[in-house]
């Protein structure tokens, strides 16, 4: 996460090909990388610390709301109930006050986040919204339809001089 992110894009937790690599979204037919590199304005190909330097020069910050789980697989679906730990919310948002948005990448991260880390929250100084899951297995909306609703919600809300002024560097 950068100095001072302004949106948190929270995913539920990361799936088998991510927890290997190391990375967030690291699965090939995963969005993620393509829709914000067709709004930030790189190449969803760069190497991945260069992807997040982007990321952090536009304000965002990437998360889970799950620290662990128990699931077999990468399916959100499968993770078993009562097994959900979330991450340490609360000193999140200490550390990082100018959070102003935080977008769910699908209806677990949505869930495991209200069911799990809400409670723990006194007056929150944010507003929420889930945007279409960036997964693979969301088909109800195309890559072009997830892509429009992701714009909507977080490009006003980034801080755009800053990559506008950085943007060179990573592509």
């Known amino acids: 996460m950068g ?9 539920s937790m990361p799936g088998v090909r991510s927890l290997s690599a190391g990375e967030y979204y690291a699965h090939p037919r995963n969005a993620f990388w393509l829709i914000m590199g067709a709004l930030l304005g790189f190449e969803p ?6 992807r997040l330097t982007a990321l952090k020069a536009a304000g965002i910050g990437l998360w889970d709301v799950l620290h662990c789980c128990v699931r077999p697989g990468s399916a959100d679906s499968a993770i078993q109930s009562g097994s959900r730990v979330a991450n340490d919310f609360p000193a999140l948002f200490r550390r990082y006050p100018g959070i102003e948005l935080v977008c769910f990448n699908g209806a677990e991260a949505e869930r495991s986040f209200r069911r799990s880390v809400q409670p723990l929250l006194i007056r929150p100084r ?6 279409p899951s ?28 800053a990559w506008r002024q950085d943007s ?3 592509g």
Request: zero cysteines; aromatic letters at 10%; glycine letters at 6%.
């Open 126 to 131: 944010f507003n929420t919204h889930r945007l």
């Open 134 to 161: 960036t997964s693979p297995a969301y088909a109800a909306l195309s890559v072009q339809g997830k892509q429009a609703a992701w714009a909507k919600v977080i490009l006003p809300r980034l801080t755009m001089d």
């Open 168 to 170: 060179g560097r990573y």
């Open 45 to 50: 190909e760069l190497p991945y610390r260069n």
């Open 3 to 11: 100095e001072r992110p302004r949106v948190l894009v929270l995913g």
